[in-house]
């Protein structure tokens, strides 16, 4: 009974603050374009401050960890290349690059961020493990939607390049770069400055999930609902059960295995509805997978979360 309640008060706050977002959305207290704007600062600005927030304070030689790191981006390659393996199998080959997307692209850095934080109060080592699979993620979306796009078209290089672009002035990979370089030289902090920036990181998590609650369409999650919950399964069991114990056999554990667990195990980001819409697709495919994902995640995460505090590794 400890050990569920501890993983209940590590869950439970996080889907309460995205009911309460889909709840201000109903009752119109939100707005989509404020749900927008929302997503929008919290993604350029409060995540990015507060991945900087807990690099800068840290000694970031004693922190970093490559074996760490070259895991999550090994494990990443590894989903990636199963989801577009499975994504042959579809008879409809339309859905293929929305399949493969939606299958293993997590809300890790929003999700990984705000579980940790909520477990152990700090980032932990997300910052390292959205090292190793973020910009995995996005290249790899590129690549997935330009080839396996209905039409078959060429990959448009002038893409190609727009991404690398973005990654490289990605709001989070920055934040976690300043703070990296902020940590290697030991650059101190004026307490204004300090109580500014904690402020300002204090907005991620709340706000992140409220505008993720609130984006929720749940008549969408019943649109090509089979091929939707084959991506699903994928997303929140598979990647886990094959990947988890691999972790654990390795040595990973506590604030670690955990943001393993959220990169394999967390609901599909939003950004694959947006990006596939972009590139061609049909995107109802990723819609339904993002909403099956989000809802059921309450449930998988908390007992994966479980299963990993009974064996003392969290």
């Known amino acids: 009974m400890e050990n569920l309640i501890f993983c209940l008060n590590a869950t439970v706050p996080i889907f309460i603050l995205m009911i309460l977002g889909f709840f201000f959305m109903k009752i ?34 004693a ?26 199998l579809l008879k409809d080959r339309s859905m293929q690059g929305e399949f493969a997307q939606s299958a293993y692209r997590s809300s890790a ?60 002035t990605n709001p989070i990979i920055l934040g976690i770069a300043i703070g990296m370089v902020w940590s290697l030289l030991k650059i101190p902090q004026p307490l204004i400055m300090e109580k500014t ?7 991620a998590t709340p706000l992140g999930l409220m505008a993720l609650g609130a984006s929720f369409d749940y008549k969408k999650a019943f649109h090509a609902w089979k091929p939707a919950l084959c991506a699903s399964g994928m997303k929140l069991l598979l990647f886990c059960m094959l990947f988890l114990p691999l972790a654990v056999r390795i040595g990973f554990a506590h604030d670690k295995l955990v943001a393993i667990l959220v990169m394999l195990g967390s609901p599909t980001t939003v ?5 596939a819409k972009n590139m061609g697709h049909e995107g109802t495919l990723s819609s339904s997978t993002i909403m099956i994902t989000t809802f059921f995640s309450a449930f998988t995460l908390t007992i994966w979360l479980y299963v990993l505090r009974v064996l003392g590794l969290v």
């Open 197 to 203: 920036v904690k402020y300002v990181a204090n907005l």
């Open 271 to 275: 950004s694959c509805f947006v990006m």
């Open 109 to 168: 850095a929003l999700l990984g961020i705000g579980f940790i934080q909520n477990i152990y109060g700090t980032s932990g080592m997300a910052p390292l493990m959205i090292i190793g699979t973020v910009p995995l993620y996005n290249v790899m979306a590129v690549l997935i939607l330009s080839f396996l796009k209905p039409g078959r078209g060429k990959l448009d290089k002038k893409l190609l390049l727009n991404t690398l672009k973005g990654i490289v």
């Open 28 to 61: 119109g207290i939100f707005t989509e374009s404020f749900t927008k704007t929302m997503n929008s600062f919290v993604f350029k600005v409060a995540l990015p401050v507060l991945v900087f927030q807990d690099l800068s304070q840290e000694d970031f030689v």
């Open 63 to 88: 922190v970093w960890d490559g074996k760490y790191v070259l895991f999550c981006f090994l494990v990443t390659l590894l989903s990636i290349t199963l989801a577009i393996g499975t994504s042959f």
